[in-house]
């Protein structure tokens, strides 16, 4: 399998990504703390289900065997990263939060590392 990135790591609690992730989602949980009561089953469930569905599939994709498996899982973290970052515009335009700056940039990070982690999976072995 490709995957310098990966090549060290025996967990995916060790992947840097996993754990930019994780930050992610500790801070919508702290965030979302905030929202108003009757967003407690709209906005506030749906942004935390998923910013913890980013970190899950990468947990699950760590294990999975076959680069098509992996390569899937986080694909489908990259679509729930980008679901949040909806969830963040929304949240700001609504004056839920005052501030979107530093969970952007927190997201934009995992952006990027999502896609080295994913172009390193896909890269032949080398020699």
Sequence with gaps: MGGR????ATSFEQLIVWQKAHSFVLD?????????????FGLTQQFRRAA??????????FRKRTVNDKVRFFNIAE?????????LLLARDLSYLSTIENLWLLSTEVRKLLLAYRKAILAPEKP
């Design 28 to 40: 919508v949980y702290r965030i979302t703390k905030n929202f108003p009561d009757d967003e407690r």
């Design 52 to 61: 913890v569905s980013i970190a899950a599939n990468i947990a699950e994709g």
């Design 5 to 8: 990135m990966r090549e060290n």
């Design 79 to 87: 679509g729930s990263l980008e679901e949040c970052r909806y969830y």
